[in-house]
């Protein structure tokens, strides 16, 4: 439920120190080509971006390649990952 995800989302942004940016698009997760998206990628490719957080990671893509392509930009970038309801936080060993 969309209603759901926006509001775990803003309870996780509401502990949050520092500045959270939103990048929401109503686009499937099929496609990465997607207007919100790309302004994300472009954020990330600037050094603007320390974590991308979503509710759960087909939010991101549906393809596990897709997926682990980002995970490995992210990985180098530096920026971490966080997914609420996947349990999923790239920035610790675990993740």
């Known amino acids: 439920d969309k209603r759901s995800q926006i509001s775990d989302l803003e309870k996780w942004a ?3 120190d520092g500045e959270v940016v939103w990048y929401r698009d109503k686009f499937t997760g099929k496609t990465m080509d997607r207007p919100s998206w790309n ?3 472009m954020a990330m490719e600037s050094g ?4 991308v957080v979503v509710w759960r990671l087909d939010r991101l893509g549906r393809t596990a390649k897709g997926l682990t392509a980002l995970f ?12 609420l309801r996947d349990s999923l936080d790239l920035s610790t060993p675990a993740g």
């Open 14 to 16: 509401s502990t949050q």
């Open 39 to 41: 302004k994300l990628v």
């Open 48 to 51: 603007k971006v320390s974590k």
């Open 72 to 83: 490995d930009d992210l990985t180098t970038r530096k920026i971490g990952l966080f997914s």
